[in-house]
């Protein structure tokens, strides 16, 4: 029931960043983080291969293409990007066995830590707009602020172990995404926000050390 016991990296690369969730994972216990994404990528779910057009698109545009351990479609990382991850026994009671359906218990945390800026800001049900662009998902939930979706999240099961991590977009690249992951750009519009957006522009460090105070307590706090 601790925040990760190495000395926090305050940036990653999205593919470091992924290297960390899966660490932790294999160290087992109970544990969490959060960084800031110091590049571009696209990140793919575990079920899609790296010819998925998405990915193809993306090589195309000299964007790196990761495929994550965790499900989930898939992702534009941006540098300034909040990253998270939970790391939880699957025998502790704050995973439990509605974990697939719990993101909002998991990602309580997240949710308190957008709120300080966000009023309402929540997790709730998957858009179901795109079947390629995972937090547009058909599946999970999404974080939203102000009617606007501006995060997500997505899991690793092991025997043992579940991992649930997710993001924060700092910034959104709308066309990018349009074009990436075939989403006409009226929804983009109407459907995608980011940190910016909605007024929050503390440095991105410092907020990378609130979110993670903020995991941090919420794993003291909820503790078997």
Do not use: K
């Not at 979706?149 to 910034?171: C, D, E, K, N, Y």
């Amino acid at each position: 029931m601790e925040a990760d016991p190495r000395p926090p990296a305050a940036e990653l690369s999205p593919s470091e960043n992924l290297d960390a969730d899966e660490e932790a994972l294999r160290r087992g216990g109970a544990s969490v983080r959060a960084t800031v994404l110091n590049a571009p990528a696209v990140s793919l779910g575990v079920s899609q291969g790296p010819e998925a057009a998405a990915a193809r698109r993306a090589r195309a545009l000299g964007i790196p293409v990761l495929v994550r351990a965790s499900g989930g479609t898939g992702l534009l990382h941006e540098p300034g990007d909040l990253a998270w991850a939970v790391v939880l026994p699957r025998a502790d009671p704050r995973a439990g066995r509605d974990y697939a359906r719990a993101y909002a218990r998991l990602g309580a945390a997240v949710a308190e830590f957008l709120r300080d800026d966000v009023p309402g800001a929540d997790w709730r049900p998957s858009r179901g707009v795109s079947s390629t662009y995972c937090l547009l998902g058909e599946r999970g939930s999404a974080l939203e602020a102000r009617g606007r979706v501006v995060g997500g999240a997505a899991q690793h099961l092991t025997p043992t172990h579940l991992l649930h991590h997710g993001v924060l977009s700092r910034t959104v690249d709308r066309a990018a995404i349009s074009r990436l992951f075939d989403l006409a750009p009226e929804e983009a519009q109407r459907h995608l926000t980011s940190l910016e957006e909605e007024g929050v522009t503390t440095p991105a460090p410092a907020l990378r050390d609130a979110l993670e105070r903020r995991l941090a307590r919420w794993l003291s706090r909820t503790g078997p």
